[in-house]
């Protein structure tokens, strides 16, 4: 088994339709190896062995069940601990890494998930992912719109406690080599069905292509040591607008706007962007945007700087209801949206496995201080919270 869902249920996890604890679903599932993240280099050593009639231990970004942990593997809090802890929970919650061997016991004595590190993805793999030829013929009306985008790299360094993107392509850049992007931008050109038109050059957050730095396991969003220049995005923002064939370049993938700088923005709205460029600064409340591990940007700075290039417009995408919102911050945040006039959307905090944010709704704990955080759980209170916002609009 793979995919999204599997890859964050791969624990003891927080399941918020049923509301209680649930085993890793290699159990539920009775799968035989569960492949986390992106899954190449894992489906290609699986199809491999398969082919030799090798076992399935011990490939590197999959789960399998194991009877003993092996050396050199990090053990989390049992199953029955976390059940009986919600600190334990915590403390499970800050071992989470794809970068590490884990091993969770399920069953006393014996019985325990075993987790390979993830693979190191290189840019050379993501040139042969994509570059692969495809037809970028799409049927279904609903994802239309979409089939001439271009990924420009894997990962995000912005670690927001409510998104599960670590856990799945990690927190480290990987960004594919120009050379590859031109290629299948020139590949694309010569495709019928192709009217100019590049739906989306970009990645998880769009502009941190170019920002890879695996020196060590730090947060790089705020490291002295991380290339913010937006040199090689803007190079290839300009080489693809130059070829033959392209009319026009979209950027529809969402920017870290408290990572850019005025040159990138300024290509970005004169070039990339159509109407209005969406940003997510999800709230306005300090101590909500520590919990949310979203508070390194200046928001008014950033509309200030973008009002002075004088075109385009910005929306914005704020959550409520996420774990530290009280009415007190909702009112906050109803208070700034008036005077922002342009909220494109706001979300209801819904807590997604093995996020940080989730082990927060679960025990009302920060799992790093373990001090106690007011969640917003009653159906009633959320209502009022999107009551008092005021917007017709949510999701
Ligand atoms: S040195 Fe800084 S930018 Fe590089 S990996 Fe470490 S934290 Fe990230």
């Known amino acids: 088994m793979g995919g999204i869902e599997a890859s964050l249920r791969r624990f003891t996890h927080y399941d918020y339709w049923d509301n209680k604890l649930k085993k890793s679903i290699l159990l539920d599932s009775l799968a035989d190896i569960l492949v986390y993240g992106n899954g190449e280099k894992q489906i290609l050593e699986i199809a491999s062995r398969l082919k030799n009639n090798r076992d399935l231990f011990g490939i590197n970004g999959t789960c399998v069940k194991s009877n003993n942990v092996p050396p050199r593997f990090i053990e989390l809090p049992s199953h029955k601990q976390v059940l009986d802890s919600k600190e334990k929970f915590c403390d499970m919650?800050?071992?989470?890494?794809?970068?590490?061997?884990?091993?969770?016991?399920?069953?006393?004595?014996?019985?325990?998930?075993?987790?390979?590190?993830?693979?190191?993805?290189?840019p050379r793999d993501l040139d042969e992912?994509?570059?692969?030829?495809?037809?970028?013929?799409?049927?279904?009306?609903?994802?239309?719109?979409?089939?001439?985008?271009?990924?420009?790299?894997?990962?995000?360094?912005?670690?927001?406690?409510?998104?599960?993107?670590?856990?799945?392509s990690g927190d480290k850049i990987v960004s594919r080599t120009e050379e590859s992007i031109i290629r299948e931008?020139?590949?694309?050109?010569?495709?019928?069905?192709?009217?100019?038109?590049i739906d989306d050059l970009g990645g998880p957050s769009a502009n941190m292509y170019g920002m890879d730095c695996h020196a060590c396991e730090g947060e790089c969003i705020n490291c002295v040591k991380l290339n913010k220049s937006h040199s090689r995005?803007?190079?290839?923002?300009?080489?693809?607008?130059?070829?033959?064939?392209?009319?026009?370049?979209?950027?529809?993938?969402?920017?870290?706007?408290?990572l850019v700088n005025e040159e990138y923005?300024?290509?970005?709205?004169?070039?990339?962007?159509?109407?209005?460029?969406?940003?997510?600064?999800?709230?306005?409340?300090?101590?909500?945007?520590?919990?949310?591990?979203?508070?390194?940007?200046?928001?008014?700075?950033?509309?200030?700087?973008?009002?002075?290039?004088?075109?385009?417009?910005l929306a914005f995408y704020f959550m409520i209801g996420h774990p530290g919102t009280a009415m007190k911050e909702a009112e906050e945040l109803a208070q700034a949206i008036k005077k922002l006039k342009n909220a494109e959307s706001v979300q209801l905090f819904t807590p997604t496995p093995m996020t940080v944010s989730t082990c927060m709704y679960y025990t009302s704990l920060?799992?790093?201080?373990?001090?106690?955080?007011?969640?917003p759980y009653s159906f009633r209170e959320k209502k009022e919270q999107k009551r008092i916002l005021g917007l017709k609009k949510f999701n």
């Not at 919650?93 to 993805?121: C, M, T, V, W």
């Not at 923002?237 to 993938?253: A, D, L, N, W």
């Not at 600064?281 to 950033?302: I, Q």
């Open 185 to 197: 931008v020139e590949k694309m050109v010569k495709m019928p069905h192709f009217k100019g038109n």
């Open 265 to 313: 923005l300024s290509q970005l709205v004169k070039h990339h962007v159509s109407g209005k460029l969406k940003i997510a600064p999800e709230h306005v409340n300090t101590e909500v945007l520590e919990l949310m591990n979203k508070h390194k940007g200046d928001l008014s700075k950033f509309i200030s700087d973008f009002n002075k290039l004088g075109c385009g417009e």
């Open 366 to 375: 920060n799992p790093k201080t373990k001090k106690k955080i007011y969640v």
């Open 129 to 168: 992912y994509y570059e692969l030829p495809f037809t970028r013929e799409i049927k279904s009306k609903e994802i239309m719109g979409f089939e001439f985008s271009i990924v420009t790299h894997r990962g995000c360094i912005g670690n927001c406690n409510f998104c599960s993107l670590r856990l799945l």
């Open 93 to 122: 919650q800050n071992l989470f890494s794809n970068g590490h061997n884990l091993a969770e016991q399920f069953e006393l004595d014996r019985g325990y998930i075993l987790q390979f590190k993830s693979p190191n993805y290189l």
């Open 233 to 258: 995005l803007i190079k290839l923002m300009k080489k693809i607008r130059s070829i033959k064939g392209v009319k026009k370049v979209f950027v529809r993938s969402g920017i870290r706007y408290d």
